[in-house]
């Protein structure tokens, strides 16, 4: 049983709502409104509630008097409950039930786990739009209890929630247009096709850091599950052949793709990613959330038309035939090296020399903290001046200040050196200038 102390340390929403809106912590002036709460109400005299409330991280557990929240949150529609204590759905359904106009409801990081929400008491939804469930760790049960009972549900966030599958539903959410459901543990294309089957208008779905590792349904049967998707994030997933990004097209309204981070790309360079991917994805007008104008895709298209050239006949995708037949064959681009190019320098710190092979796309701050690891140097710091051998008895030394310029700016050759001096900690104060 527990003690009155017990029972005191137990947070409301009501009282945390008295004691964030209470008159005596605002001045009083113009645009102030100030309410009378119930006879014997807690909440007293107070400031008129705006209609966004943000009650994060207050402790709170239980809702309180249902008379107060329904007299002072008549007009509320955004409601923040994160980083809360609640784990009663019948608490929560206290306070929902008594704010009738709510559109947006944020229960992220409150410990619902394990805790099952009966349909009976889910009928105190109907208005929400926006529902925000992150690292809630809620059931797919209860999930479905909401979307079943919340008809105008739009869009639902269920990060950091552990799923590793998906639960379907008996019931479609046909209102549901965006579903971020971002850092789970979803691997199999197989479970996020049911997010097509439960929630048919679908248009946003952000798969971001999940290791999803293939899109692996044939052309009518992403139709069929995603007539209206139009955007999908699949940042740090697991993919990693073309086929899956080919299959992107069978989604009949796509416009945006997100792709970044997967394996598939690792092997090219930044623009090589883009244009690759930009070249098999005809319809995208913005990819990795920029506009893609007709000349980058026009340029994209030749790039992959030439990446392609000395693929056997049998490994050519579809794609590039469409090329093809709308550029031509076009002749491979002469042969350039755009591996990243180095050069070997003798390093000079006092009597030490070593011999470093430098990489010429790097910045003059990464090539300090470098030769800092490379010559184990504790000093305070240090400070680089190159040397051009050829012309260091007409030009000397040159400092290399500007910790964000590129090495190859200095035009820098095999046998050039780099001298390292430390730097001494300055302990002078203003009158010793």
């Not at 229960?107 to 926006?130: D, K, T, W």
């Not at 790097?362 to 190159?386: E, M, W």
Request: hydrophobic share 35%.
């Amino acid at each position: 049983m527990e003690s009155p102390s017990d029972e005191e340390e137990v947070r409301t929403f009501v009282q945390v709502l008295s004691e964030k809106y209470n008159p005596e912590n605002f001045p009083y002036g113009q645009g102030v409104v100030v309410m009378s709460g119930p006879p014997g109400s807690p909440v007293k005299d107070r400031l008129y509630l705006p209609s966004i409330l943000v009650l994060s991280d207050s402790g709170i557990r239980k809702a309180g008097d249902r008379s107060d929240i329904a007299t002072f949150c008549n007009h509320v529609v955004e409601l923040d409950l994160s980083h809360n204590q609640l784990n009663d759905w019948a608490e929560i359904c206290d306070i929902v039930s008594n704010i009738p106009h709510l559109d947006f409801l944020n229960l992220s990081m409150n410990p619902l786990s394990g805790i099952e929400l009966e349909p009976s008491m889910a009928e105190v939804f109907p208005r929400v739009r926006q529902l925000v469930l992150i690292n809630t760790h809620i059931s797919w049960d209860t999930v479905h209890t909401l979307t079943q009972h919340t008809p105008e549900l739009e869009e639902l966030f269920l990060c950091l929630n552990g799923y590793n599958t998906v639960s379907e539903s008996q019931t479609s959410c046909p209102s549901l247009r965006l579903l971020q459901i971002t850092d789970n543990q979803l691997q199999e294309w197989a479970e996020v096709r049911k997010f097509g089957q439960m929630y048919p208008s679908l248009k946003t779905l952000v798969l971001a850091n999940n290791s999803v590792d293939s899109v692996g349904d044939t052309h009518d049967t992403l139709q069929w599950l995603f007539p209206n998707l139009r955007s999908i994030n699949l940042n740090n997933s697991g993919l990693r052949k073309w086929e899956d990004i080919e299959r992107l097209n069978f989604f009949p309204k796509l416009e945006e793709v997100k792709a970044k981070g997967i394996p598939l790309l690792e092997p090219y360079s930044t623009h090589e990613r883009r244009s690759l991917l930009l070249a098999q994805l005809p319809s995208v007008v913005l990819l990795n959330g920029s506009s893609v104008t007709h000349g980058e895709r026009e340029d994209a298209e030749r790039l992959f038309i030439r990446y392609c050239h000395d693929h056997p006949e049998q490994q050519l995708p579809e794609r590039y035939h469409i090329l093809v037949a709308k550029y031509g064959e076009l002749a491979p681009l002469a042969v350039v090296d755009l591996s990243p190019r180095s050069t070997m320098v003798d390093v000079r710190l006092g009597e030490r020399v070593e011999a470093v092979s430098l990489r010429l796309e790097q910045t003059v701050g990464d090539l300090k903290k470098h030769l800092r690891a490379l010559l184990q140097v504790t000093a305070y710091g240090i400070r680089l001046f190159y040397i051009n051998r050829e012309m260091s008895s007409i030009l000397g030394p040159e400092e290399m200040k500007l910790g964000s310029r590129a090495l190859h700016s200095y035009s820098i050759r095999d046998g050039d050196e780099i001298l390292v001096v430390p730097k001494v900690k300055s302990h002078c104060s203003s009158s010793d200038l």
